[in-house]
């Protein structure tokens, strides 16, 4: 069966990149393949588990490749020699340009912690997500799953999840449940989903 090759891209722990790698490894990514993971700070723990998984790993220093246009002119490179087809953003906090989300059309995935459209956009991002969910009092927020194109958070969803706030919850505990409850069960499934509407584009073409 043909594999769709897969790119992730991380800028921390890699929480949701490890759901994805254990869903390969159990065998419920049959459309996708990880091919690699890239990260854009070094230091990212990410790039760690991906060693351990045996997947390549790659930092592309954005201070060193001369900013955000030589970052994503060397991003575009590794993904083009390594036959990419499909990008998720997993944990990935710096935002692509237009003109690189335009080279992926529905082609591109990201996981943001809330149910869009609350609590999302530039600057939404980590704990801030969670720390705005419970100063504003909501009694359910959850996970999205959603395309990427030029608006931050703004492309179309894909899936989502809600989770309920409990009394008593700190941006950090509810960061977990939110993690364990939707992202990732939600994250491989919408790369499941995408890959085998990707494959089955192909047989057609």
Known sequence: MRKINTAVLVSGGGTNLQALLDAERKGQLPHAHISVVISNKKDAYALERAKNAGV???ALSKKRLGGQEGFERALLEALNERGIELIVLA????I???????????RIL???PSLIPSFCGEGFYGLKVHEAAL??????TGAT???VN???DGGEIL???AVRILKGDTPEVLQRRVMEQAEWKLLPRAVEMTAKALCTKASNA
């Open 145 to 147: 799953v959603h395309f």
């Open 159 to 161: 899936l989502q999840k």
């Open 135 to 140: 100063s504003r009092g909501v009694k359910l």
């Open 150 to 152: 030029e608006i931050p």
């Open 91 to 94: 944990g990935f906090l710096s």
């Open 96 to 106: 692509l340009s237009a003109d690189f989300t335009a080279r992926y059309p529905h």
């Open 110 to 112: 990201n996981i943001h």
């Open 56 to 58: 390549e790993a790659i």
